[in-house]
T-cell receptor
């Protein structure tokens, strides 16, 4: 069975600090895909990144970076120089196939990030 | 470009009343469509998914049902709401049957059952 663990329930930082959100996953698939989504107070889930299991290169997008390590089954997310607008709940997710077709996201429980002035 | 809509944005309903939530996708054909529920405490649970018109699969037994009367329309229904049905309902779509394709989410419907 697929499982995603986000051990950090809530993190509070002061603006301009760097922050890392942890994600640990479990899967028996040899090919799989990992995702990060952001959920601001408005509620909509915003897609941030998709990473496949064959690509272990770290990725950077502006202030965001992701560290994927298959050896430790982790896919951590770092925000550099955090801003108040980064305050949101962040979800890590793992994809699995559905028997009827299509795919299914297994989500972690999310990490609430609060960035204060 | 593709857009996903959900209606209504918020809803307050009494226990025992019926429910109908609508999700529509624009700018794509034959998408896979999904209904998720996020209860208080934030976990996201897949309720239903559909790979085509009239094709509905249920992930979790509920007093809820889903229908897909048109290619880009996905409806979540209930004949009699329970207090436990309160939550935030999200619709999502995937542009193809490819396993790795990203799910994109709608703005959600916040349902309160009193």
């Amino acid at each position: 069975a697929q499982k995603v663990t986000q051990a950090q329930t809530e993190i509070s930082v002061v603006e301009k600090e760097d922050v890392t959100l942890d994600c640990v996953y479990e899967t028996r698939d040899t090919t799989y895909y990992l995702f990060w989504y952001k959920q601001p107070p408005s509620g909509e889930l915003v897609f941030l990144i998709r990473r496949n299991s064959f690509d272990e290169q770290n990725e950077i997008s502006g202030r965001y970076s992701w560290n994927f390590q298959k050896s430790t089954s982790s896919f951590n997310f770092t925000i550099t120089a955090s801003q108040v607008v980064d305050s949101a709940v962040y979800f890590c997710a793992l994809i699995s196939l559905l028997t009827g077709g299509g795919n299914k996201l297994t989500f972690g429980t999310g990490t609430q990030l609060k960035v204060e002035l | 470009s593709q857009t996903i809509h959900q209606w209504p944005a918020t809803l307050v309903q009494p226990v025992g009343s019926p429910l109908s939530l609508e999700c529509t996708v624009e700018g794509t054909s034959n998408p896979n469509l999904y209904w998720y529920r996020q209860a208080a405490g934030r976990g996201l649970q897949l309720l239903f998914y559909s790979v085509g018109i009239g094709q509905i699969s249920s992930e979790v037994p509920q007093n809820l049902s889903a229908s897909r009367p048109q290619d880009r329309q996905f409806i979540l229904s209930s004949k009699k709401l329970l207090l436990s049905d309160s939550g935030f309902y999200l619709c999502a779509w995937v542009p193809s049957l490819s396993r790795q394709d990203t799910q994109y989410f709608g703005p959600g419907t916040r349902l309160t059952v009193l």
